[in-house]
């Protein structure tokens, strides 16, 4: 074998594995008493609303996404994505409108949401003198998973992600995209119903993103996790996504699939259509005008 090839036949294996962690995680047991289930929709919300004082940064926001989807929600910066995703999450009150996610209200069950969900943070904080191992251990318990089960997801999942060789080191001593899959990891570790991932590929490397995309792929498929993804990569949104949301100033301007907004737009591709829809291109002229 060159070289060359051994990386890409490593990363070969991975995604095979991601398909065999997927199904090792198998289909869902029966949901805990307690937990009420909408068949169809994993998240509904009601012209949500979020107010900061003058900004509007959510706006009528009405939106339902199917149980099992991958839902790639896309939009400039300052569009309202995040604030959508710590809404949902629990973690922030909508100022008017509704919101459900696994059938609780993200108002008044925030303890059952967060208990049923994972999240990935925009700027998410990591305890850098535990290992990555250790860091994962603490996550489990957190979410009451433990034992020999939480042992063999935390291998498992090191393995897919290439950090087998580095787990019993330090996160200090991470490079900022081996932080970013450690805490990817965090967020499947107790299968949650339905994961928010806030800009889940950044910093990490081509390859990094494609085992992701694979994880979310397979576990979508074989045990019915929804995906809530923000994401500025178009291309990841096009190959990972079945659903995809554009928003602008906290209004949802395109609901579709990346074909039919392809298509609707009259666009290449999703990156093409995102531009149509959104904007941002700019002569070079008007680029260069503030040198004058
Ligand atoms: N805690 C806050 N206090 C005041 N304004 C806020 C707060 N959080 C967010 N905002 C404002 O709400 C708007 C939406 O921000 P948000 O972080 O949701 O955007 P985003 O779509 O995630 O952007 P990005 O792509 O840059 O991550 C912005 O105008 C932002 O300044
Ligand atoms: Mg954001």
Not at 14 to 41: F, M, N, S, W
Not at 78 to 89: D, E, M, N, P, Q
Not at 173 to 202: C, I, N, W
Not at 231 to 255: K, P, R, W, Y
Request: proline share 4%.
């Amino acid at each position: 074998m060159t070289a060359l090839q051994e990386p890409l036949v490593r990363t070969f294996f991975r995604q095979q594995h991601c398909a065999e962690y997927a199904t090792y995680i198998g289909p869902r047991e029966a949901p805990p008493v307690g937990i009420r289930l909408d068949r169809e929709k994993a998240i509904i919300t009601d012209s949500l609303c979020k107010q900061f004082g003058p900004i509007r940064a959510v706006d009528d926001l009405s939106l339902a996404v199917g149980q099992g989807s991958r839902f790639g929600f896309l939009g400039p910066n300052g569009a309202g994505k995040t604030t959508t995703v710590r809404i949902l999450s629990g973690l922030l009150q909508q100022s008017s409108g509704s919101a459900t996610v696994c059938g609780f209200d993200v108002a008044k069950e925030r303890n059952k949401v967060k208990e049923v969900t994972g999240l990935l943070p925009e700027s998410p904080g990591l305890y850098s003198k535990l290992s990555a191992v250790e860091f994962l251990e603490f996550v489990g318990a957190l979410n009451r998973v433990g034992g020999e089960k939480l042992m063999r997801r935390i291998d498992a999942l090191l393995g897919i992600l290439g950090l087998e060789s580095r787990q019993d080191d330090l996160l200090e001593s991470y490079s900022s995209g081996m932080k970013q899959k450690v805490l990817v990891a965090s967020t499947l570790l107790h299968e949650p119903r339905l994961v928010f991932l806030d800009e889940p590929t950044s910093r990490l490397d081509p390859a990094a993103s494609v085992l992701v995309r694979d994880l979310i792929l397979a576990l979508a498929e074989e045990t019915e996790t929804t995906f809530f993804i923000c994401t500025h990569m178009t291309s990841f949104a096009e190959d990972t996504c079945d659903i995809i949301g554009i928003l602008t100033n906290g209004s949802l301007q395109v609901l579709g699939s990346p074909q039919d907004i392809v298509e609707q737009a009259g666009a290449d591709d999703l990156e093409d259509a995102y531009l149509k829809i959104v904007g941002g291109q700019i002569d070079r002229e008007s680029l260069l005008t503030w040198r004058k």
